[in-house]
């Protein structure tokens, strides 16, 4: 027997989340389907916690700036990496199953197929939608195919932002907003970083300026 919503959302991401919520804002019913954790990329691997990593040494370097300030040389990297647990929740969604829960969104949990039009099987469970299926599913990172890269160990995004300690060396291959920021954040707490860009300077979909200061902000920071 199959369950019927008017929406269901494949992926309880930002984004996910957001049509959900709109769908039953509107007086429409809705089924959040994810088969890892409600909140997504975001929430738990990405912009929050890339932020709870940055946000301490933005702290220290602005305030080695100003004169009479007294600061300390180097950041507390157990107590910033136990900030960044906290605002993942130490990845636990419960609260944001209680929130869609609050919000009237039936959150289901696996990994969905569609099996039709409007139709999505979850396990051994049938969704039928009323009016659309939203695929909200995001993206991955791709580990490039070099030439021995599978005898390294490699980090993702997700790696990088979750990892309990401070690894001796990094090298980050990529000079976007990832790169840039995930090379900062972990200079800032000790990591020896090197930074691997293909463009002339960081942040290349960004104008000139941009990659041009941060890229003087990176040097500064060693």
């Not at 993702?156 to 990094?170: D, F």
Request: net charge negative; aromatic share 4%.
């Amino acid at each position: 027997m199959a369950d019927t919503f008017d929406v269901v959302v494949i992926g309880a991401g930002a984004v996910g989340e957001n049509v959900a919520a709109r769908a039953v804002r509107g007086g429409l019913t809705a089924a959040l389907v994810e088969h890892e954790l409600v909140g997504g990329e975001c929430s738990y691997w990405a912009c929050m916690p890339s932020k709870a990593l940055l946000r301490p040494g933005h702290a220290l370097a602005a305030a080695r700036r100003l004169p009479g300030v007294p600061v300390g040389d180097h950041l507390d990297a157990a107590k910033v990496l136990e900030r960044r647990t906290y605002f993942t929740s130490n990845w636990d969604d419960a609260g944001q199953v209680q929130w869609a829960d609050g919000a009237g969104i039936t959150v289901i949990r696996g990994s969905a197929r569609l099996d039709g039009e409007r139709r999505v099987v979850v396990g051994d469970r049938t969704l039928i939608a009323r009016q659309a299926v939203a695929v909200c599913t995001g993206s991955v990172a791709v580990i490039p195919p070099l030439e021995g890269i599978a005898d390294t160990r490699v980090w993702t995004s997700r790696e990088a932002t979750s990892a309990k300690e401070v690894p001796g060396r990094l090298i980050v291959l990529g000079g976007g907003v990832v790169g840039v920021e995930l090379a900062q954040a972990w200079r800032r707490l000790g990591s020896e970083v090197d930074l691997v860009i293909t463009s002339e300077l960081p942040l290349p979909r960004l104008e000139p300026i941009a990659g041009e200061l941060v890229a003087e902000g990176l040097r500064e920071d060693g």
